[in-house]
């Protein structure tokens, strides 16, 4: 299955523009550090991790906002993609969510290797 990268959208009420039960409309307040989403789907290689870097790294400088990855429906990820997506992680450029026991694995095996050789880790 070929990479899909889809932006989800904040809810209105995370967003702070919907009323809650009680308050008025402007007392809900919206954050500006709600963080953008992108639901990321099926077999991830060093090029689809490229791409899905830039994207997150220039989301994250336009908007001032945290970008967070959900990994939830990707089936495959190989070493090298492994390394990018663990390096955005590492330089504070995404937040990982859902992550398979598999593909977390993969993960933490890249960075532990990325982290013995000398990269800077957290």
């Known amino acids: 299955m070929p990479i899909r990268i889809t932006q989800i959208e904040n809810s209105p009420l ?7 039960p009680g308050e008025p409309a402007d007392a809900v307040v919206g954050s500006t550090d709600e963080p953008s989403i992108f639901k990321v789907e099926g077999t991830l290689h ?3 991790a490229e791409l899905l870097e830039g994207i997150c790294r220039r989301v994250s400088a336009q908007t001032g906002r945290p970008v967070l990855i959900e990994l939830n429906d990707v089936c495959f990820v190989d070493s090298d993609s ?3 997506i663990c390096r955005m992680k590492r330089e504070n450029v995404v937040i ?3 992550l ?3 593909i977390r694995k993969v993960m933490e ?5 990325e982290c013995s050789g000398g990269a800077k880790c957290s």
């Open 14 to 20: 995370e967003a702070g523009t919907a009323e809650c």
């Open 109 to 113: 095996l890249v960075d532990e290797s």
């Open 46 to 48: 060093l090029k689809d």
């Open 82 to 84: 492994a390394a990018v």
């Open 96 to 98: 990982i969510e859902g």
């Open 100 to 102: 398979n026991l598999f």
